[in-house]
């Protein structure tokens, strides 16, 4: 039996919470791309190394921001605007509209469909040919897979691991486009993978049980926590596992700014809200 992972908990719920919910035909339209990413989104966030806090929350993001809120496979424009675009492979007449942005992350550009299917039949020989079939990108499971195949093969783990929104927005669109949203959505995507994280410790699920730290505390979970604060902008002194004054007024800000109990007390719920911060050397420290 396997226990559950951060990466496996992610549901249909998780994605609902980052985004409105839409009523009426569009509403259904919603539901049906949920329940279609949702049906396979954590084996892939797995398969892939998404798995992290941070990880995980900026593919959410982005993919939502996007798709417009999971409510559209693919872009409303008609593609037009890309016609010619060389950069993206459209050198045959009707290449902007036939290759417009599809899926979650929106593909776009002859040349990205063909790398795609190149890509995905060397997992899945018999899959279509998505330069052939471009309409396919906008259907699951294939939809899915085209996500994954964008996120993986421009790196986007090792920026997501700076939390760095900005670059990750540069690769996913080439530029700054809906910053204030991605950045909100972002936002609503680390407060849902920390609930996650929080139940999973609650659970005591495949989660090291945490350590209750506070004023006087000494010693490596301490440097850990020093160094989760320092990467979230909260911590400005020297990392010496030492909880004194200068810790405690760390913690207390990152309470405020996460709407917790603010006592300066490290217990599982502040816990799980420095955990995206850390690195995987800083966990093994």
Known sequence: MHLPTLASSVDASSLYAIVPRSTGLIGQKQKAIIAGFAAILPEMLIAFEVTSALRIAHLLAQVAHECDGFCTLEEYASGAAYESRKDLGN??????????????????????????????????????????????????????????????????????????????????????????????????????????????????????????????????AVEQLQRGLAAAGFYLLSIDGDFGPGTEAAVKLLQRSRGLLVDGIVGEKTAAMIQPFLTNEDIAA
């Open 91 to 220: 050198v045959k007449a009707g290449d902007g509209k036939r290759y417009k942005g599809r899926c979650p992350l929106q593909l776009t550009g002859r040349d990205n469909y063909r790398r795609f299917t190149i890509w995905m039949r060397d997992i899945k020989p018999k899959c279509p040919d998505f330069e052939a079939q471009p309409e396919l990108v906008a259907e699951f499971p294939w939809a899915a897979w085209a996500v994954f195949f964008f996120w993986s093969t421009k790196k986007l783990n090792a920026i997501a691991d700076r939390d760095d929104l900005i670059a990750v927005t540069k690769v996913v669109n080439g530029g700054r486009n809906g910053l204030g949203d991605r950045r909100l959505k972002l936002g609503k995507a680390k407060s849902v993978v920390t609930a996650l994280q929080v139940k999973l410790i609650a659970a005591n699920q495949n989660v090291p049980a945490v350590k209750i730290l506070r004023r006087g505390s000494e010693g490596p």
